[in-house]
């Protein structure tokens, strides 16, 4: 009972990161119908960044995590007004390439840059663990669940509550009608990339608290935040976070069998995801649209 809430808990923990950067896919996607495949390269950018913040320079933890995720916001836009947006609107394959191209630029910066190894991330958060039904549950996995709730809280709130919120929406769901009342598509757009780019580099930000900091680590999260968001059906943020939940679930139990591992744990969590998408090919919270002919 114990060992089992204690892989719950920490399928879950990392289950809410791949959500999160699922989310700042999700973002994107549905603001602009392009995949940024560098978005976790650039959330482990900005994690790089506050490494060197907060260890090198000395700088206090929290001012250097709030640094990096305002670094990230600026990236984020910047990205978008120079490399994608003169590649072209309604050219998602060759914004796609640009993305792609991105992922080997940040992922190459990263291992020149900061060379040498892997690094322990500063963890936000106590160390240890609290006994929980006679689990032993690290204050880690505890503070993950919690900040990770605590964004997507306020994510709900500003798509809801804000002008700001109400205006992209209007973007994604009628570009052409929220230009004719008056809302900047591309200020939005902006500004939905540098808000996607701020929400990775959260979840980035968690994953190294949890594991290590390495210029690997963003490919193995991009793999399973893309799956979590193709599992969903590519269009529901809820969806996209309860099934960045299942993976992680699926992913944690998959390591605790022994004659698995943690080697085989990623190949029997992606085949999952393909059985699944053989029998519901529109995903888990996604519609498959019937055509008359």
Do not use: H
């Amino acid at each position: 009972m114990s060992l089992s809430l204690q892989l719950v808990v920490d399928g879950v923990a990392i289950g809410v990161i791949y959500g999160l950067v699922a989310l700042s896919l999700l973002m994107v996607y549905r603001s602009t119908g392009v995949l940024n495949f560098a978005q976790a390269e650039m959330a482990s950018f900005s994690t790089y960044v506050a490494w060197s913040l907060i260890v090198g320079a000395g700088l206090a933890l929290w001012l250097g995590l709030l640094a990096a995720v305002v670094l990230a916001f600026v990236l984020g836009v910047v990205v978008e007004r120079v490399f994608v947006r003169p590649a072209g609107t309604g050219r998602p394959l060759t914004v796609m390439i640009v993305t792609i191209g991105l992922f080997m630029l940040f992922n190459s910066l990263q291992r020149d840059w900061w060379a040498g190894g892997p690094r322990a991330f500063p963890s936000p958060f106590p160390a240890g663990t609290v006994t929980i039904l006679g689990a032993q549950v690290s204050w880690v996995s505890i503070g993950i669940l919690v900040v990770a709730t605590g964004v997507m809280a306020a994510l709900s709130a500003l798509f809801r509550l804000t002008r700001v919120g109400l205006a992209m929406r209007a973007v994604v769901d009628n570009p052409t009608a929220s230009a004719l009342m008056g809302i900047s598509n591309r200020r939005v757009i902006s500004l939905g990339w540098g808000l996607a780019s701020a929400v990775g580099a959260i979840g980035a930000m968690l994953a190294a608290s949890l594991l290590l900091l390495d210029p690997g680590t963003a490919f193995a999260l991009l793999l399973f935040s893309f799956a979590a968001l193709v599992l969903a059906g590519m269009t529901s943020p809820v969806g996209a976070v309860t099934c960045g939940v299942l993976l992680g679930l699926l992913n944690a139990v998959a390591s605790s069998v022994e004659f698995i591992g943690t080697d085989l744990s990623t190949v029997v969590t992606l085949l999952v995801l393909v059985l699944v998408l053989v029998v519901r090919p529109g995903g888990l919270f996604g519609k498959v649209a019937v055509v008359k002919v």
